[in-house]
């Protein structure tokens, strides 16, 4: 299992990541934009955090409930 935080500092540590589409600052904070290697979501914001399972999906693991 492999799991990065997203902390808005570590955007090259994010584009390595196969699950990456795109990485975007806003108003509001950096956005990451996920592709299908993901199967619970399609963005993921600072304080989030991205978890690779033994099956080789990425999921989001929410810093809270949206």
């Given at each position: ?31 990451v ?34």
């Open positions: 299992m492999q799991e990065i935080k997203i902390t808005g500092k570590n955007i090259n540590d994010l584009w390595n990541l196969e699950c990456v589409h795109s990485v975007i600052k806003t108003s509001e904070g950096l956005v934009e996920l592709n299908h290697h993901v199967t619970n979501g399609w963005v993921a914001r600072v304080g989030d955090i991205l978890r690779r399972n033994d099956n080789g999906k990425w999921e989001i693991i929410r810093k809270y409930t949206r």
